[in-house]
């Protein structure tokens, strides 16, 4: 098991595996991938790189869907 | 033979008239898109999602408003708005609502880009821009709605712009390359209808002067279905709305009664009404009267 890092996710301080990736990162939230955007450091990852993107430590990481709204 | 008093210009009558003849029942054309119905529905605000998708079909609209939030996390029972909004029937038109900047709003409008691109929604490269400069009466801030506007078009948003009634910043908008410039009838919310109806005829003339088919959007404060007749009556090109069926004891209902009001304004600025007068005409003819008058 790698050393975890810490990271900022949607608000909230969590501590992940080294080498996670955007994917992993999601599904261990039970966030379901096709409804989210991922922005991280304020930089979109598109879903093309999300399973390829590795998180890295103090990373601010924001998943972001759709609610109704006017 | 009735003689016209002479009218003082600055007494004369407002005019309302459609510039150009067009069809009835037409459709709304905005950022690339043409939509069957003029109205556009905001989803927030419902008592329940199933509510949100009964409104929305009773309504006929085929666009509608999103915002974009946090995901919840490890909520596996969590209903998500998409779940409800069949992609197939409606254009979905993200909004950057709850922005005080431009930096933020640029920042929301991308967000809801990528989304949409993700879904494959074709509405992805519009935006619904609104930039609030006080969190009171969510009136917009106008210098930093000019700002967001126009980074947004330059990265090719076609950019939906809300904005108060005011017809300079309007202007502004429309040069800063909006798409659509969408003045609120009334703060966001309020259910106040129209209180300006002077102020947006302006923007009506001001925007379609040279541009008659450039589309005006009457874009928050409307209370009941009159407010929606009166803003196609001046000529507004659609409307959007979200609380007044949203908040409506009986939201479906409301969503029919918004949708004939819609097709009843539009219908009546497309007949052209009648210029108001001071005095009456009298509906049955003059000639062959039986009767004597008293004056």
């Known amino acids: ?70 | 033979m009735a003689s016209t008093p002479n009218i003082d210009e600055t007494q004369r009558p407002i005019e309302n008239q459609p510039k150009q003849k067009s069809q009835a029942h037409d459709g709304l054309t905005v950022g690339g898109h043409t939509l069957a119905s003029r109205l556009i529905v905001g989803t927030g605000k419902y008592d329940t999602l199933e509510l949100m998708r009964d409104s929305l079909a009773a309504s006929g609209s085929n666009a509608v408003t999103v915002a974009v939030r946090r995901e919840r996390m490890y909520d596996r029972s969590g209903q998500n708005v998409l779940d409800y909004i069949d992609p197939s029937k409606y254009l979905l038109l993200p909004n950057t609502a709850g922005c005080y900047s431009a930096t933020d709003a640029v920042r929301v409008a991308k967000l809801g880009r990528e989304i949409l691109r993700a879904l494959e929604n074709p509405g992805s490269n519009w935006v619904k821009l609104e930039v609030l400069g006080d969190s009171k009466t969510l009136l917009p801030d106008p210098v930093a709605t000019i700002e967001a506007c126009k980074t947004l078009v330059a990265d090719g948003f076609a950019v939906l712009c809300y904005t108060s009634d005011d017809p300079i910043v309007a202007r502004r908008l429309k040069e800063a390359g909006a798409a659509s410039v969408m003045p609120a009838g009334s703060p966001i919310g309020s259910g106040q209808g129209i209180l300006n109806p002077n102020n947006l005829q302006i923007i009506l003339e001001y925007l379609k002067e040279d541009d008659p088919e450039y589309p005006v959007i009457i874009d928050a404060g409307v209370g009941t279905a009159s407010d929606v007749s009166v803003a196609f009556e001046l000529g507004a090109d659609g409307v959007l709305l979200n609380s007044a069926i949203a908040h409506a004891r009986d939201p479906i209902r409301m969503s029919v009664a918004m949708k004939y009001a819609a097709i009843a304004g539009r219908e009546a600025y497309l007949s052209g009404r009648i210029p108001k007068r001071l005095y009456a005409t009298a509906s049955s003819p003059e000639e062959g009267v039986i009767t004597s008058r008293p004056w």
């Open chain 1, 1 to 70: 098991m790698s050393e975890p890092i810490t990271i900022q996710f949607n608000g909230k301080t969590l501590d992940v595996p080294a080498g996670t990736t955007v994917t992993e990162l999601l599904h261990q939230a039970e966030i379901r991938s096709k409804l989210v955007v991922v922005e991280i450091n304020q930089e979109i990852v598109p879903h093309e790189e999300h399973a390829v993107h590795h998180i890295s430590a103090g990373d601010i990481i924001e998943a972001v869907t759709l609610v109704g709204g006017g």
